[in-house]
Nanobody, 126 residues
Framework: QVQPVESGGGLVQSGGSLRLSCTVS????????VGWFRQAPGKEREGVSC????????YYADSVKGRFTISRDNAKNTVYLQMNDLKPEDTALYYC???????????????????WGQGTPVTVSE
């Protein structure tokens, strides 16, 4: 299985929290970089955070730094995105994606990955 499978989106009030999950194969987690991206209506897809294989280096967009945390659980073949202090501007369709290489743009992985999940919606109300 190369295509990631996301879950965990939903509706939350401003200041609330959500945790997104991305399930991939063990091979992917051990070998590829896994990233979270989002796309709001009428806007381009943007990088949110990503985590590399091996040493697990993490990268964050400035807009989420200090509020979001990416992590992985190798035993569960899952990458998480813990989102705290959510704001209305975080509302978007969130995608998990993976690839064998990555480019850092504005602090996190550029949305140039090859393998994408279907997305999970996150809505933050005022």
């Amino acid at each position: 299985q190369v295509q990631p499978v996301e879950s965990g989106g939903g509706l939350v009030q401003s200041g609330g929290s959500l945790r997104l999950s991305c399930t991939v194969s063990a091979f992917i987690l051990d070998t590829f970089v896994v990233g979270w991206f989002r796309q709001a209506p009428g806007k381009e897809r943007e990088g949110v955070s990503c985590i590399s294989s091996g040493d697990g280096s993490t990268y964050y967009a400035d807009s989420v730094k200090g509020r979001f945390t990416i992590s992985r659980d190798n035993a569960k073949n899952t990458v998480y995105l813990q989102m705290n202090d959510l704001k209305p501007e975080d509302t978007a369709l969130y995608y998990c994606a993976t690839d064998s290489s990555f480019t850092i743009v504005r602090g996190t992985c550029a949305p140039l990955f090859e393998y994408w999940g279907q997305g999970t919606p996150v809505t933050v109300s005022e």
